[in-house]
């Protein structure tokens, strides 16, 4: 295969025909756009199911007739623990405070209604199971420990929410992939279609499909690279110039910052753009080629 | 094993071993072209080519004529493989074309030359684009390219005309370079389907003039053409095409043909 003859022409396809070429970019990068973005929505719901989907606080109630030693005990023996950022202990008194704190109609619940606390946040670089595992050996301490609340039900609601609509974002991502193929195949074809006569006279010379084939490949291939690096370029201008408007709401309404495509899937966006460009131009010449 | 494997690709591919215009000694004796009862239908029952017998020497210039739709087209399809025969069959040199596997079909062109009434020249390319790009087919090395390319144009008469862009040519100039693109290969056969139909009577004179000079090298030419007045001007071999059979019209002998016959009695 002679891939400087076959670039030779491809550039002669493109220097031919400049306006199509970049008419041809524009539609895929548009397409790449969606593609993009719906990728972008994966990428942050799964960020805010991870964050969300795991619980990093617990509150432990304590026993009204705990010994004052224990509960100390157990206090700096969470807060010591490894995987703890911190261990507040909270009194009774404490804890109906805050709870009634502007809120003069609960007034008359009983002293009893709010326990001594323990009120526990782990370090965000904990392992995932720590909680279950400090909240099952606290649990354990019964002449101390009431009762453990790690909100997990709470958070696996959350998590099972933002996981439907994950699954539906994929959905909606596959449908426009499918889209963007339709685009990428049909854009590609008219732009084969305008050089058939040329096709024709390669076979009538005696080329091989490979011959005629190789410069409209390289073709695609380019064009498939091109509108996926300008949809990438465009994506990170828009989610930048967006998280710097949003990011701080963002961030104190969802406990995260929106989080743009990891290195891995913009190299995959590349090279599908190239793959499908390279894939939809020698199916494109196929139409064509048997002459 | 060697001579296994060159074997092996010599059946796949028959005509993989030529080089354009370099046919292999023991086939210059034979014809170049051999058609033995070859049919073609388009609609079934109603065959566009009944039972066509043709044999063309080589060096021979044979006109095809025939009214519109007679099957002039599909006659000469047939020998460049566009498309395939019903039944029967068709011999380049010694081998059937119409068995050729899709694959292969390249190589026999390679050794063949069209010329087309619209020309089909890319405008955008330049004139020396156009011509050179059967040249890059074979992969030839630049150097020989454009040496070989600078002999054809000069053989049409477009020497010097390489950088001209096509589209600015003539009707007539632009049919030269499609010559040149035929004959650049130095090809066996050269077949011409109406290469005169988009042309005055003038510049199609110079056309057929330019296509006999050629044939006077040695290339076997198929003309094909309705055009009587060209028909009536020269006195080569002429078969006459209608209802899809083929009649000798009249014999002839092209100057090359003649001089070689000469030297062979």
Do not use: C
């Given at each position: 295969m002679d891939f400087k003859g076959a670039y030779v022409r491809a550039l002669r396809g493109v220097r031919e025909d400049v306006r199509l070429y970049l008419v041809a970019i524009s539609s895929l990068t548009v397409a790449f756009l969606c593609l993009g973005g719906a990728l972008l929505g994966?990428?942050?719901?799964?960020?805010?199911?991870?964050?969300?989907?795991?619980?990093?606080?617990?509150?432990i109630y304590l026993r009204d007739d705990a010994p004052e030693v224990d509960v100390s005990r157990l206090t700096m023996a969470l807060q010591e623990h490894p995987a703890v950022a911190k261990a507040n202990y909270n009194s009774a008194e404490v804890s109906r405070a805050r709870f009634l704190d502007g809120n003069s109609a609960l007034r008359d619940?009983?002293?009893?209604?709010?326990?001594?606390?323990?009120?526990?946040?782990?370090?965000?670089?904990?392992?995932?199971?720590?909680l279950t595992q400090i909240a099952e050996s606290v649990a354990a301490q019964r002449s101390v420990v009431e009762e453990v609340d790690t909100y997990r039900s709470w958070f696996e609601r959350i998590a099972a929410l933002i996981g439907a609509g994950r699954t539906l974002v994929i959905v909606l991502a596959s449908l426009v992939l499918a889209c963007v193929m339709a685009i990428v195949a049909n854009t590609i074809r008219l732009a084969v279609a305008s050089r058939r006569e040329e096709i024709e006279v390669l076979k009538m010379c005696g080329a091989t499909n490979a011959f005629v084939r190789a410069p409209f490949v390289l073709e695609g291939t380019a064009q498939g690279l091109c509108a996926a690096l300008l949809s990438l370029g465009v994506l990170a201008l828009a989610f930048f110039a967006l998280r710097a408007e949003v990011g701080g709401a963002l961030r104190s309404f969802l406990d995260m910052q929106p989080v743009f495509l990891s290195p891995l899937v913009m190299l995959g966006l590349l090279v599908a753009g190239g793959a499908v460009g390279a894939a939809g131009s020698a199916l494109s010449v196929r139409r064509y080629i048997r002459v | 094993m060697g001579t296994q494997d060159s074997g092996a690709r010599r059946a796949a591919r028959p005509f993989a071993f030529f080089r354009a215009g370099k046919d292999e000694p023991q086939?210059?004796?034979?014809?170049?072209?051999?058609?033995?009862?070859?049919?073609?239908?388009?609609?079934?029952?109603?065959?566009?080519?009944?039972?066509?017998?043709?044999?063309?020497?080589?060096?021979?210039?044979?006109?095809?004529?025939?009214?519109?739709?007679?099957g002039k087209s599909t006659?000469?399809?047939?020998?460049?493989r566009k498309i395939a025969p019903d039944e029967g069959r068709i011999l380049f040199s010694g081998k059937d074309v119409s068995r050729l596997t899709e694959a292969s079909i390249p190589y026999l062109r390679r050794n063949?030359?069209?010329?087309?009434?619209?020309?089909?020249?890319?405008?955008?390319?330049?004139?020396?684009?156009?011509?050179?790009?059967?040249?890059e087919i074979l992969d030839l090395p630049p150097r020989l390219i454009r040496s070989r390319v600078g002999e054809a144009l000069e053989r049409v008469g477009l020497a010097g005309r390489g950088d001209d862009r096509t589209?600015?040519?003539?009707?007539?100039?632009?049919?030269?370079?499609a010559i040149a693109r035929a004959?650049?290969?130095?090809?066996?056969?050269?077949?011409?389907?109406?290469?005169?139909?988009?042309?005055?009577?003038?510049?199609?004179?110079?056309?057929?003039t330019l296509f006999e000079e050629i044939n006077q090298h040695g290339t076997t030419v198929v003309f094909a053409t309705h055009d009587h007045s060209l028909l009536s001007v020269r006195t080569h071999r002429l078969l006459v095409l209608e209802d899809g059979r083929?009649?000798?019209?009249?014999?002839?002998?092209?100057?090359?043909a003649q001089r070689k016959h000469a030297q062979t009695a």
């Open positions: 994966v990428a942050n719901l799964t960020a805010l199911s991870e964050r969300w989907g795991r619980s990093d606080r617990m509150s619940l009983p002293r009893s209604a709010f326990p001594a606390t323990i009120e526990l946040e782990l370090k965000p670089n904990a392992h995932p199971k720590a | 086939n210059l004796s034979k014809p170049i072209l051999v058609l033995e009862k070859v049919f073609k239908y388009f609609q079934r029952d109603t065959p566009t080519l009944r039972g066509i017998d043709l044999t063309i020497e080589r060096g021979e210039f044979v006109f095809i004529t025939g009214p519109s739709g007679s006659l000469l399809q047939l020998i460049y063949m030359g069209v010329v087309f009434q619209d020309f089909k020249v890319m405008p955008h390319w330049t004139v020396y684009e156009n011509v050179s790009i059967a040249l589209s600015t040519l003539s009707g007539g100039e632009q049919q030269r370079v004959i650049v290969g130095e090809p066996a056969l050269l077949i011409a389907d109406e290469p005169t139909g988009n042309l005055d009577p003038t510049l199609a004179l110079d056309i057929l083929l009649t000798e019209a009249r014999q002839g002998l092209s100057g090359w």
